[in-house]
């Protein structure tokens, strides 16, 4: 008779979670260096109106319910378009675009506003996921303009990824002490300060490597802003998951959620990166 596995269910779950996670990473994230190194302005551009029309999706399905689906569906769109000009710094056709774009959702709500009492919290949302969503993406772009804006790109994807992961495995192995239990019940203290350090560490790498064009001390408060940013991108999302009582935006990424699980903490990062970038760029 084989011995019965006296191990816990939760502790396979885990393992299960973990190995979907670097296996997904480590199919996606040589393509992802490979793109923004080499890939064109215009595609980067492009990128990043897919990847909005995607995290609008997860986000207006978390959102809104069943009867604003069409309401839905037009602001996803727009969103998406809208990131093309933002990202290629024609601010007037993005604000007009982006005028013209609550005015056609306002007059939509306006012919469909039953049930009459949430129209004006589903008008709220739905313009909400501009700035939530289409904003920060927008930066992603306009990063890629910027004189060596595919190594700051790569920059803010290591700093944050570096966070994310010391964040997880220190806190799996050593956290003892809630961080935000309303909210996140399963980030602790001791996470979130190795995350910090693993944002740090990963500043001062990259300065002795591919950013030498950058000062070390520069690099080291970018390393202190993310480490504290990126997190607060990620507990946000968490907040937003909780209010509308789903575990994950999506199931797109296997261990990983939806797209937007994977972008919470970088729709923070990348305005902060931006305007960094443009003091030290002088």
């Known amino acids: 008779m084989a011995a019965q596995s006296h191990e816990h269910p939760g502790f396979r779950s885990r393992e299960a979670v973990i190995k979907s996670r670097i296996i997904t990473g480590a199919l996606l994230l040589p393509m992802v260096v490979a793109f923004v190194l080499w890939a064109p302005v215009a595609a980067v551009h492009g990128l990043a109106c897919i990847l ?25 769109v727009g969103g998406a378009v809208l990131v093309w000009p933002l990202a290629r710094g024609e601010w007037a056709w993005f604000q007009g675009g982006l005028l013209l774009l609550l005015f056609a959702l306002a007059l939509l709500v306006l012919l469909r506003c039953r049930p009459l009492e949430r129209s004006g919290v589903d008008m709220a949302l739905l313009g909400f996921g501009f700035l939530y969503i289409t904003l920060p993406l927008g930066y992603l772009g306009l990063l890629r303009t910027l004189p060596h804006g595919e190594r700051w790109i790569l920059l803010l994807l290591l700093l944050v990824m570096s966070s994310d992961t010391a964040a997880y495995f220190t806190g799996i192995n050593f956290g003892r002490r809630k961080l935000y239990p309303l ?13 910090l350090l693993g944002c740090l560490l990963a500043a001062l790498a990259a300065q002795r490597t591919f950013f030498p064009f950058v000062s070390w001390p520069a690099l080291v408060v970018l390393g202190l802003l993310i480490g504290v940013v990126a997190p607060l991108g990620d507990l946000f999302e968490s907040l937003l998951k909780r209010c509308w009582q789903v575990k994950d935006s999506g199931n797109l990424l296997p261990g990983h959620g939806g797209l937007l699980d994977r972008l919470d903490s970088l729709l923070f990062v990348f305005p902060l990166v931006y305007y960094f970038a443009l003091i030290v760029i002088g």
């Open 52 to 76: 909005a029309g995607r995290a609008l999706y997860e986000f207006y399905h978390m959102a809104l319910p069943a009867s604003r689906k069409r309401e839905g569906r037009f602001a996803l």
């Open 183 to 195: 909210v996140s019940p399963n980030k602790s203290v001791e996470g979130a300060v190795g995350g």
